[in-house]
């Protein structure tokens, strides 16, 4: 099975502007989370997405948005960039489903963003 | 909020020495999940550990879940230089798919 593709995986945009990073599954995982990684802060949850739902959210502002189509591949947009936002952006699938186990999680290589 | 210590944050060793990692937290987790990271990607998953008190062997990779599921050790026995990189832990409870992950080990073994 293919794993889990992000594109693009580099990017520089300059502050102000509005960014849309993409994210396809690992073909059947219907569970997809996106989550920032930065040296000060590590690796911190934005959202996750099921069944074109978003099902849970971290503690991110509003400029942080994201959306998954019918067939599990998800983008994250964010807009207004802030120098702040440089970071690496990191997709993950997982199977979901189950209230009873906690199903693997699969990443992506990830989306370097560079704010100027 | 859910917070996960790990320790060392740093570790440089010889190759064929031992080696242990730690993640402490104070909440309890229904499952932990250990990644290995290399600079420009993604972390991967190496192991799941759901039961308290579980041991998993994975080559020369033990990891254990701790008995009130709080904290996990990661112990890695005759290092190899294949085996630096960032080691995360991460915590996750069932029906959530969220993860908490731990603050990271950065391991560099010197040939």
């Known amino acids: 099975k293919a794993g889990v593709t992000q594109t693009p995986r580099y990017l520089i945009k300059t502050r102000g502007q509005q960014v849309t990073l993409s994210c396809s599954p690992i073909s059947g995982h219907r569970s997809v989370s996106w989550y920032q990684q930065t040296p000060g802060q590590g690796l911190q949850f934005l959202f996750e997405y099921f069944s074109e739902t978003q099902r849970n959210k971290g503690n991110f502002p509003g400029r942080f948005s994201g959306r998954q189509f019918s067939n599990s591949r998800s983008e994250m947009n964010v807009s207004t960039l802030e120098l702040g936002d440089s970071a690496l952006y990191l997709c993950?699938?997982?199977?979901?489903?189950?209230?009873?186990?906690?199903?693997?999680?699969?990443f992506g290589p990830g989306t370097r963003l560079t704010v100027t | 909020t859910q917070l996960l210590e790990q320790s060392p944050q740093f570790l440089s060793i010889q190759e064929g020495e031992n080696l242990t990692v730690y993640c402490n937290s104070s909440?309890?987790?229904?499952?932990l999940q250990w990644y290995r990271q290399e600079p420009g990607e993604g972390p991967v998953l190496l192991v799941t550990v759901v039961t308290g008190g579980e041991v998993k062997k994975l080559k020369r990779l033990t990891f254990q879940f701790g008995d009130a599921r709080k904290d996990s050790s990661l112990h890695i026995t005759a290092a190899q230089p294949g085996d630096t990189g960032l080691y995360l832990c991460a915590g996750g409870h069932f029906g959530n798919e969220k993860l908490t992950f731990g603050t990271g080990t950065r391991l560099t073994i010197i040939p």
């Open positions: 993950a699938s997982s199977l979901a489903g189950g209230v009873l186990r906690s199903y693997e999680q699969y």
């Open positions: 909440s309890v987790f229904s499952s």
